[in-house]
């Protein structure tokens, strides 16, 4: 089974810090996907890479950053956290050949205070 | 762009019911449709999507969708509901060809009532 991992369930952070939420996955999948969810909203793109080093913005890139360095591994990064960035975000993964079959982490529920 | 709308915010169904939750698309073509659900607590899961081919879908947890063309829909249906079933469900589409994006509904949140 595909195991995408998501390194914190929950988190508390103040205004202003900077925030890193990590993501793991372990089938090779050349493509990597970070969302957030909101309630009545679904679920937006913010980034998505589809291979080391590359990025592309989604639908709602302000404030956020990635890194991939590793292929198996996509860090999403708020450089200087807002309340209005409180929310669910997940992280998904999918193969080259098969880019629309994703496959999603449990979410990372962040709180900014 | 292609956009997805699900009427329902919130269905009650008693157990062993049946469920219909509802999905419309807007697309020029005939794009990828997938239904996706979400138990508490959990990240979605991949319930069945439509490529191509025959219109009536079978996906896991004995669920089925219809695609119809006619009416930019793509209907997700379970004959007989159980309490497991309580989730939040969404309807997703992308266009066909090089997009990588998903766009997503808002969701549908079901309640299984004994």
């Known amino acids: 089974d595909v195991k995408v991992t998501q390194s914190s369930r929950y988190l508390v952070k103040r205004t202003g810090e900077k925030v890193f939420l990590e993501c793991v996955q372990d089938?090779?999948?050349?493509?990597m996907f970070w969302y957030r969810q909101d309630p009545g909203l679904g679920l937006r793109l913010i980034y998505f890479?589809?291979?080391?080093?590359?990025?592309e913005k989604g639908d709602i890139p302000e404030g956020y950053s990635v890194s991939r360095e590793k292929k198996e591994r996509f860090s999403l990064i708020l450089e200087s956290a807002s309340t209005n960035q409180t929310s669910m975000y997940l992280c998904?993964?999918?193969?080259?050949?098969?880019?629309?079959?994703?496959?999603f982490g449990a979410g990372t529920r962040l709180s900014v205070l | 762009a292609q956009s997805v709308t699900q009427p329902d915010i919130h269905i009650t169904v008693s157990e062993g019911a049946s469920l219909e939750l509802r999905c419309n698309y807007s697309?020029?073509?005939?794009?990828?449709l997938f239904w996706y659900v979400q138990s508490p607590g959990q990240g979605l899961q991949l319930l069945l999507k439509y490529f191509s081919g025959d219109t009536l879908v079978q996906g896991i947890k004995g669920f089925e969708a219809e695609f119809k063309r006619s009416q930019s829909s793509f209907n997700l249906r379970k004959p007989s509901v159980h309490w497991s079933d309580a989730a939040e469900y969404f309807c997703?589409?992308?266009?066909?060809?090089?997009?990588?994006?998903?766009?997503f509904g808002a969701g549908t949140t079901v309640t299984v009532r004994a």
């Open positions: 089938m090779d999948h050349e493509n």
């Open positions: 997703a589409v992308v266009g066909v060809g090089g997009d990588y994006k998903l766009s």
């Open positions: 697309y020029g073509a005939t794009p990828y």
């Open positions: 998904a993964s999918s193969p080259r050949l098969a880019k629309n079959i994703q496959y």
């Open positions: 890479s589809y291979d080391v080093k590359m990025k």
